[in-house]
C-alpha cells in the first residue's frame, strides 16, 4: 500500500466525517527549548512530542459555582445568570459528578471516546520511533444537558475531552514523549519531518479504525556549525558577567538581536513572541528552570506582576522580525532574567502540523558607563563630552575614574575619599570569647566594577615610596569584595605600631 495513497483517504475521510459546527483539534506537537550561554551557541535542554486528538466542546459561563458537585441555582452576584443546567462526569472508574451552567455544547463527531486500547500506530517515517509501548491515555466526558429543559428535553452528549476557551482544551487521546538535556539527537532521530499515521476508533463503530495522519513539519532549530551551519541564535549579545548573564545597561535602550529565522524554516502563519521571565529559586543561576504560573485548567499563564509589563507574551510583526528594543524603566539594577522568544506553529483548526521553539537568553540589568553617562549629563550633551577621558566638570578627574568612583562627572568634586580612621571596641560572645578592637577605615566605589578593572590600596610611610597592601602585611587587611560598594581598610591588632598613608589605585589595562 502506498503510503503518500493512504495519508491522502485518511484526510478525506476525516473531513467527510467531520460536520460543519464541530470542535475538533488533533496534532503532534514538536515541542523544544534551547538557552543561550557565553559560548555562544544555542544549547538544547529539552524537548517533547506531544500527540492528543479532542473531539467536542463544552462552552461554560463565568459563573463561580461551575464545577461543584451539587445542583446550584441563580446567583448573579457571583456570575451564575442561569443555574446549573447541565451535570457531566469526567474520566473512567467512579467519575464525581460537576454541575455546570452551560451556554452550549457539541459532542464528539469523529472518534470514539475513551477506547485508548483501539489506539495504535500504523506507519512512521523513522523506524527509530517506537512502534508499542506509547502509553496512549484517553478521557471522556459524559454531558447531560439541558437539565433546566421546560419541556424535559435533556440529552447525553459524550464528548472526547473538550474545548474549553480560544485554543486551550483538555485532549480526550494523548501520549507524551519527553526528551532530556542530552536527548536532542535521538530526539532528531525519531521525530523526523513527515506523517506519523495513527488507527483510533471510529465514532459509535469503535471496532471500525479511522486512520488519522499527524504531519511533522520542519521549522527553526537552535544553531549549530555541522553538519550544515545555521539555525537560530543571539547576536550581538552584551558582555556575559562571571555568573553567565548577558549584561545589558538599565539607562539605555537594550538592543536584542538574532539570526537564523529567514533560514526556510519559517511558514507565513507562524507567530514569534517575546516575554521576559522570572528563574526559579534565588534567580541568580542561569541555566536554573523558569517559574511557570498556571491556571486552574493547567495552562501556561504570562501575569503582568514580574517585570510590570514585558512578561506578558508581546506577539511581534512578523515571524521571520530579527530585532526587539526594550526602553529603560521595566528593569532595575541587578535584575536578573530570561529573554525567552518562542516561535509557535499551530493553525488551530481540524488536523495541523503544531510546534514551539522557545529560545532563551539569561539576561542581567547593570549600570554601565554609557548608561551612567546618558543619565548624568542633559539630553543634547555632545558625545565627544561623555567619552571616559575627557572631563567636562572640569575638576581634574575624568569621566571614567568619577564613575568608577561613584562620584559625579556633571559637577565639579573630587572622587570619593577615604573615611575617618575609627576604632571599633572588642567585643565579648556569650561563650565568652573576647573577640579584640581593631581600626578600620572605607572608599566608596562602584560595586560590580567592569571585566578587567581592579583596584589596588597602596601604602606610605612617607607619602613618596608607594607599594600595595599584600595579603601577609602583618598590621592592615584589606577587605575588597567586588559586588559591594565600597572597600574596608582593618588593622590586623588594636595597637597601631607606625604612621602608615593609605591611596586607592583603579587599574584598567584597557
Known sequence: MNLKTLSFTTLTLAAALLPADAFFRAGFKIDKEYRQGPSGAPVFRSGKGDLYVVDGILTVTGCANNGIPVPFGIDTTIGCNIGSNGVSFDGDGTPVPEYKEIVGVEAASTVEPGRHDLVSLYARPSFDFPQDGLGVASISTVLFFDL?????????????????????????????????????????????????????????????????????????????????????????????????????????????????????????????????????????????????????????????????????????????????????????????????????????????????????????????????????????????????NADPDGDGVSNWLEWLSGSDPYTANAPASLSQLAFVPPTTRRSGQTTPGYWHMSIDRRAGLPAGVSVTVESSTDLESWAPVEENDPHWLIEDIRTEPRIRILSRTPELTDKRYFRVKYNDPG
Not at 292 to 307: L, R
Not at 328 to 345: H, I, M, Y
Open 148 to 388: 433546566l429543559s421546560a419541556n424535559g428535553d435533556i440529552r447525553e452528549y459524550r464528548l472526547a475531552g473538550r474545548g474549553l476557551r480560544g485554543n486551550q482544551f483538555v485532549p480526550g487521546y494523548r501520549f507524551i514523549r519527553n526528551y532530556g538535556p542530552g536527548d536532542r539527537g535521538r530526539m532528531e532521530r525519531e521525530i523526523v519531518p513527515g506523517v506519523y499515521l495513527f488507527r483510533f476508533p471510529m465514532i459509535n463503530r469503535p471496532t471500525t479504525p479511522l486512520y488519522l495522519n499527524f504531519p511533522v513539519r520542519a521549522t527553526v532549530e537552535g544553531f549549530v556549525e555541522k553538519p550544515i551551519r545555521g539555525g537560530f541564535r543571539f547576536t550581538g549579545v552584551g558582555p556575559f558577567s562571571p555568573s553567565g548573564f548577558a549584561q545589558y545597561d538599565v539607562n539605555l535602550i537594550s538592543e536584542f538581536r538574532w539570526e537564523g529565522l529567514n533560514q526556510g524554516g519559517v511558514s507565513s502563519g507562524d507567530r514569534l513572541y517575546i516575554s521576559f521571565r522570572p528563574l526559579s529559586g534565588l534567580g541568580n543561576n542561569p541555566d536554573a528552570p523558569l517559574i511557570v504560573v498556571t491556571d486552574a485548567n493547567g495552562f501556561e499563564t504570562f501575569p503582568n506582576d514580574f517585570p510590570p509589563v514585558p512578561n506578558v507574551r508581546i506577539l511581534l510583526p512578523s515571524p521571520v522580525q530579527n530585532f526587539y528594543n526594550l526602553p529603560p524603566g521595566f528593569f532595575a539594577v541587578g535584575d536578573n532574567t530570561v529573554l525567552e522568544l518562542t516561535l509557535e506553529r499551530d493553525p488551530r483548526v481540524g488536523l495541523s502540523a503544531v510546534s514551539t521553539r522557545r529560545f532563551q537568553l539569561p539576561i542581567t540589568f547593570v549600570a554601565g558607563f554609557p548608561g551612567a553617562m546618558a543619565a548624568a549629563f542633559p539630553k543634547d550633551t555632545p558625545a565627544a563630552l561623555m567619552e571616559k
